[in-house]
């Protein structure tokens, strides 16, 4: 069983950066791939980023790619989603989710978090 807690949400300008994080409870936790999605008001979750377990392979999709950044400690059980550059488009709730098997956007998610707003104004 893991146990996933996102923060670090929040509202920023246009332009700016917010940091999420997601914190893992459970040992196995640095075996799972783990992946941000989000979901917009009126519209369906969408992966932004994915990360194997190790860190070695990791997936963005086109709409983040060049302004955000996934990474993971799994040290301190905690992966990372850096977002620079901001845009209003990415205004949404932001979940991780951790799953057993990494295939970049088609990775199968086992564990959610229960989200963290961002919200970017123009």
């Known amino acids: 069983q893991v146990h996933l807690v996102e923060s670090g949400g929040g509202l920023v300008q246009a332009g700016g950066s917010l940091r999420l994080s997601c914190a893992a409870s459970g040992r196995t936790f640095r075996s799972y791939a783990v992946g941000w999605f989000r979901q917009a008001p009126g519209k369906e979750r969408d992966v932004v980023s994915v990360i194997s377990w190790n860190g070695f392979s990791s997936y963005y999709a086109d709409s983040v790619k060049g302004r955000f950044t996934i990474s993971r400690d799994n040290a301190k059980n905690t992966v990372y989603l850096q977002m620079n550059s901001l845009k209003p488009e990415d205004t949404a709730v932001y979940y991780c989710?951790?799953?057993?098997?990494?295939?970049?956007?088609?990775?199968?998610?086992?564990?959610w978090g229960q989200g963290t707003q961002v919200t970017v104004s123009s």
């Open positions: 989710a951790a799953g057993t098997i990494y295939s970049g956007r088609n990775s199968i998610m086992n564990y």
